[in-house]
C-alpha cells in the first residue's frame, strides 16, 4: 500500500480537509447571510416532504382524493403537502411514515 503525505497549510483553504472551515469566511458572514440560508433549507425540506406524501400516496395507487379519505385529512392539505405549501406535522408525519413502510398493515388499522 502506497502512503501518500499531505501538508496542510491553515492559510490556503484548498489544503483544509473536508469538515474544516475557513474562519476568515466564518467572521465575515453576516446575519443576512444567515437568514437566507436559513431560508433556502426550509425550502428544501418543504420540497423533501412535498416528494414524499406524493410517494407515499403513488405507492398506494390512491388519487389524491381518495388518500385524503383514506387518512381522514381534506383534500385541500393533501394538495398543499404535495406542493410544498405546507408540511405534514406531528401526528400526520408519523401516520406517513407507517404508510410507507408498512402500507398493509397501516391501511388496515385505517379501515
Same mark, same amino acid.
Given at each position: 500500500? !502506497?502512503?501518500?503525505?499531505?501538508?496542510?497549510?491553515?492559510?490556503?483553504?484548498?489544503?483544509?480537509? !473536508?469538515?474544516?472551515?475557513?474562519?476568515? @469566511?466564518?467572521?465575515?458572514?453576516?446575519?443576512?447571510?444567515?437568514?437566507?440560508?436559513?431560508?433556502?433549507?426550509?425550502?428544501?425540506?418543504?420540497?423533501?416532504?412535498? !416528494?414524499?406524501? @406524493?410517494?407515499?400516496?403513488?405507492?398506494?395507487?390512491?388519487?389524491?382524493?381518495?388518500?385524503?379519505?383514506?387518512?381522514?385529512?381534506?383534500?385541500?392539505?393533501?394538495?398543499?403537502?404535495?406542493?410544498? !405549501?405546507?408540511?405534514?406535522?406531528?401526528?400526520?408525519?408519523?401516520?406517513?411514515?407507517?404508510?410507507?413502510?408498512?402500507?398493509?398493515?397501516?391501511?388496515?388499522?385505517?379501515?
Amino acid at each position: 500500500m !502506497k502512503t501518500v503525505r499531505v501538508t496542510i497549510d491553515p492559510a490556503v483553504p484548498a489544503s483544509l480537509a !473536508k469538515g474544516r472551515i475557513d474562519p476568515a @469566511r466564518v467572521a465575515a458572514t453576516t446575519e443576512t447571510d444567515i437568514a437566507f440560508q436559513q431560508a433556502a433549507d426550509k425550502a428544501e425540506a418543504m420540497q423533501d416532504a412535498a !416528494k414524499f406524501a @406524493r410517494r407515499v400516496r403513488k405507492r398506494l395507487g390512491l388519487s389524491q382524493a381518495e388518500f385524503s379519505e383514506c387518512i381522514d385529512v381534506s383534500l385541500d392539505t393533501i394538495r398543499n403537502w404535495e406542493q410544498g !405549501k405546507r408540511c405534514p406535522t406531528g401526528a400526520a408525519k408519523a401516520l406517513l411514515r407507517v404508510l410507507d413502510k408498512a402500507p398493509e398493515a397501516a391501511l388496515a388499522a385505517l379501515h
